[in-house]
């Protein structure tokens, strides 16, 4: 079983919806959470990073933990044809190790 | 605008060849990685690096060799390339987990 499963892509959703990301992990070590946009043909740029349970908002996204469940979400409001990218979860444990553990990608589609 | 580079973008080679893809950061951060990356699979850690002189293979198993003679260096060397090695490398650096990775655009590989 993977430490992170990520919902397989991909998503289409017609500009100004609501999008959900979500991925499940294994490891209740884990304590940092992030989610990384990365567009086609580019490395991934960190997006949201959060440490503790509960929501996380930045503009038009927001992060959500849920550690009990072992479960985060990236949510997208309003989303726009730039929104279109492959998002990826990424968590680490305790420690500064340094090391993250990503998921596999959702891929995103916001049609015009 | 990105502070870790990598060289070359694009890069054909046929099978046999030695070949070292560079990176180099100008944070100063002690921690580099190199990930492989195909399409619709998660990033996997084929090598890190903790500071200089300090070097140590990820998770997935891989041919390539790394070196960290400098900290704002981290190259990858294939010593004979092969097929199987096409892939997107991607490198990455950072200050621990608590601030996630910066990532460079990474190398796309054919190898032919």
């Known amino acids: 079983q993977k430490e992170v499963e990520q919902d397989p892509g991909p998503l289409s959703v017609p500009e100004g919806a609501i999008v959900s990301l979500n991925c499940t992990y294994s490891?209740?070590?884990?304590?940092?959470f992030m989610w990384y946009r990365q567009y086609s043909r580019k490395g991934p740029e960190l997006l949201m990073y959060?440490?503790?349970?509960g929501n996380k908002e930045d503009g038009r996204f927001t992060a959500q933990v849920d550690k009990s469940s072992k479960y985060i979400s990236l949510f997208i409001r309003d989303s726009q044809p730039s929104d279109s990218a492959t998002y990826l979860c990424?968590?680490?444990?305790?420690?500064?190790?340094?090391?993250?553990?990503f998921g596999q990608g959702t891929t995103l589609q916001v049609k015009p | 605008e990105a502070d870790i580079y990598q060289t070359p973008r694009y890069l054909v080679i046929g099978t046999g060849k030695k070949i070292t893809l560079e990176c180099s950061q100008t944070?100063?951060?002690?921690?580099m990685y190199w990930y492989q990356q195909d399409p619709g699979m998660e990033l996997h850690l084929i090598h890190y690096?903790?500071?200089?002189?300090?070097?140590e293979k990820g998770d997935l198993s891989s041919e390539s060799t790394v070196s960290r003679i400098r900290t704002e260096h981290f190259p990858l060397t294939l010593e004979s390339a092969r097929p199987s090695h096409t892939s997107q490398y991607l490198c990455?650096?950072?200050?621990?987990?608590?601030?996630?990775?910066?990532f460079g655009s990474g190398t796309r590989l054919t190898v032919v």
């Open positions: 990455a650096s950072s200050e621990g987990s608590l601030w996630g990775y910066t």
């Open positions: 690096s903790y500071g200089v002189n300090s070097t």
């Open positions: 944070m100063g951060h002690d921690k």
């Open positions: 990424a968590m680490s444990g305790a420690g500064n190790t340094g090391k993250l553990i």
């Open positions: 490891n209740s070590a884990f304590q940092y």
């Open positions: 959060t440490y503790s349970s």
